[in-house]
């Protein structure tokens, strides 16, 4: 819960500050505060991707799949894929298809009652079938690597 969160974190900088009082602060006590936060700052970073790690992959592994070459399709093909699984989270266990990657990118405009996007936010490469088969291939291959 949020506010036992808020306690322990309060709490244990509560601690920190007596301990300072009371002159009982180490050396080591303070190395290995230091190296824990590093840790969860290392650990924060890990698997983020940056503006250099998109350029990198985009120059290197993606030579077949224009649809992800392309800035405006990469970032509707982020957005959408990000709406449909907020608004559909159930449906994120199913088997990803030709067919349903094609229906989540072309064909989902309507997202809970009140959220829907106009179909001319579609970019023109999206609605290529020989894109959509490029990058639904990428993805099997990535798949196929990591099993």
Known sequence: ?????VYSRKRVHMDRIQLFNDDAITKKSVRREVSSIFGKIQAMRKNKITD???????????KSVRLLQDSEALH??????ARY????PSKMRHECTLSSLQEILRRTLR?????CIDEEMIPLMVKKDIHVQQLYDHLCEICAQQN
Request: aromatic share 26%; charged share 25%.
């Open 1 to 5: 819960c949020d506010a036992c969160d």
């Open 52 to 62: 250099s790690t998109i350029t990198f992959y985009r120059r290197k592994q993606l």
């Open 76 to 81: 509707f093909v982020f957005e959408q894929l």
């Open 85 to 88: 699984a907020t608004f559909y």
């Open 111 to 115: 997202f809970g009652e009140k959220y």
